[in-house]
Nanobody, 128 residues
Framework: QVQLVESGGGLVQAGGSLRLSCAAS????????MGWFRQAPGKEREFAAA????????YFADSVKGRFTISRDNAKNTVYLQMNSLKPEDTAVYYC?????????????????????WGQGTQVTVSS
C-alpha cells in the first residue's frame, strides 16, 4: 500500500509555470507506475500524464502534450509534474495516483480505474 501527498499547487497567470510534487510513503514506490489526473468544477476527472515505474516511458493527454512533463525520483519516492505555458483551461484540482497494475504491465495508462491509490489533490488556478 502507498500513501500519496501532493504539493505545489497555487495561483498563476496564463503563460506561467508550476511544478507539482507528489510524495509517496512506503518502500515499494518503484513498484508503481504513477499518474497525474485533474478535475475541474462540474467535470469528470481526466488523465493528464503518466510515467512508468523506472521512468523510461511517459504518456500525456493531447491537451497537455508539449507543455507538461512528468518525471520521478525513485530515491526520493517522489513524482513531479512540470506545467509550462499554463492556460485558464488547466484550472483544476490535480491528483497524483499510483498503479501497481501498470507497474507490472504498461497498458492504457490513461485509464483511471487502473490506479488504486490517490492523493488528496492540490488546486491549480490559472488566471487569464
Amino acid at each position: 500500500q502507498v500513501q500519496l501527498v501532493e504539493s505545489g499547487g497555487g495561483l498563476v497567470q496564463a503563460g506561467g509555470s508550476l511544478r507539482l510534487s507528489c510524495a509517496a510513503s512506503g518502500r515499494t514506490f518503484i513498484s508503481y507506475a504513477m499518474g497525474w489526473f485533474r478535475q475541474a468544477p462540474g467535470k469528470e476527472r481526466e488523465f493528464a500524464a503518466a510515467i512508468s515505474r523506472n521512468g523510461g516511458i511517459t504518456y500525456f493527454a493531447d491537451s497537455v502534450k508539449g507543455r507538461f512533463t512528468i518525471s520521478r525520483d525513485n530515491a526520493k519516492n517522489t513524482v513531479y509534474l512540470q506545467m509550462n505555458s499554463l492556460k485558464p483551461e488547466d484550472t483544476a484540482v490535480y491528483y497524483c495516483a499510483a498503479s501497481d497494475l501498470l507497474g507490472s504491465s504498461w497498458s492504457r495508462p490513461y485509464d483511471l480505474y487502473k490506479y488504486a491509490y490517490w492523493g488528496q489533490g492540490t488546486q491549480v488556478t490559472v488566471s487569464s
